[in-house]
């Protein structure tokens, strides 16, 4: 072999290195901008899940404020007492309602 072909082989080899480093450097590229779409989507899931969670909890927390105030009212007859029975059965069912999802 010459040294001419040898340096035409090494060329070649040094070519197709280039080619495959550029290659590499590419699809390294793609993933980089598919895992960041992907966390990009994680993040606003979680967000979203963060943020409902939070307006559960202040409807909870308004319910359970609403049955408090409810039960410490003084009751004088029978068709109050009813209606107030009526409210917290009502209550009771909505807390039950959000409470649900929460524990899934």
Do not use: C
């Amino acid at each position: 072999m010459t040294d001419s072909t040898r340096l035409d082989r090494i060329e070649t080899l040094l070519e197709q290195m280039a080619e495959r480093q550029a290659e590499r450097e590419e699809a390294h590229e793609r993933f980089k901008t598919w895992a960041e779409a992907e966390v990009s989507q994680i993040l606003a899931v979680q967000r979203d899940l963060q943020e409902s969670d939070l307006r559960r909890r202040d409807e909870l927390d308004r319910l359970t404020q609403i049955a408090d105030r409810l039960v410490g009212y003084s009751i004088s007859a029978e068709s109050d007492r009813l209606t107030l029975e009526e409210r917290m059965l009502n209550l009771e069912r909505r807390m039950r309602r959000l409470e649900g999802p929460m524990d899934n």
